[in-house]
């Protein structure tokens, strides 16, 4: 069992430094900081329910991308929304068994890890593209490796159906959070102006 708090804490203080001005800025994924916020919205929501083994709505449907205005107080609310995932993912039952995210049955040990690695990039894209720093541990960036290597055949990253871009190469001797990154498919040096 990982603890999410680390990661879902230093993104939920980056969202929260998000000013108004900032909304509309492009991030590392080639859309503005707003559609990222609400995406972590939504996948905070759905990865507590399948923490809890929720199969509904939430779980059984890929993430439909978002582009209207941010509901009112959503700084507090994604605050909130991943604290509720933080707490989800510490019961020892959330991480046993079988459990369904955007659509796909996956063992839940590994759907807990996606929902960190997701607070995790997305946390760094609103940092990138925000002027904010960013920098998960070591323990947290290893924990997620595997989720974001691509298997064996396609070792560049095609093929992953839009979950990341292809792998961005990074020196072999990378800080770790470079690496991952790369393997995300993002550019560790990526910058907005």
């Known amino acids: 069992m990982i603890d999410l708090a680390p990661t879902t804490e230093r993104t939920s203080a980056v969202v929260a430094a998000v000013t108004d001005d900032q909304l509309d800025a492009p991030t590392p994924m080639d859309q503005p900081v707003r559609v990222v916020i609400h995406h972590l919205l939504g996948l905070s929501s759905a990865f507590c329910d399948a923490a809890a083994k929720e199969i509904g709505p939430s779980t059984s449907t890929p993430p439909a991308p978002a582009d209207g205005p941010l509901p009112d107080g959503w700084r507090s609310e994604l605050e909130k929304r991943l604290f509720e995932l933080t707490n989800a993912w510490r019961s020892d039952d959330a991480w046993s068994g079988m459990t369904m ?93």
Request: glycine fraction near 12%; charged fraction near 20%; aromatic fraction near 6%.
């Open 101 to 193: 995210a955007g659509g796909v049955d996956l063992p839940a040990e590994v759907c807990g890890l996606v929902a960190m690695d997701e607070v995790m990039l997305h946390g760094w894209d609103v940092a990138r593209a925000t002027g904010q720093p960013y920098q998960p541990t070591d323990a947290e960036c290893e924990a997620i490796l595997p989720i974001v290597t691509p298997d064996d055949q396609a070792p560049d990253g095609s093929g992953r159906d839009g979950i990341f871009g292809t792998v961005v190469p990074v020196p072999k001797d990378a800080p770790v959070f470079d690496r991952v990154l790369g393997l995300a498919g993002r550019d560790p040096n990526w910058s907005a102006g």
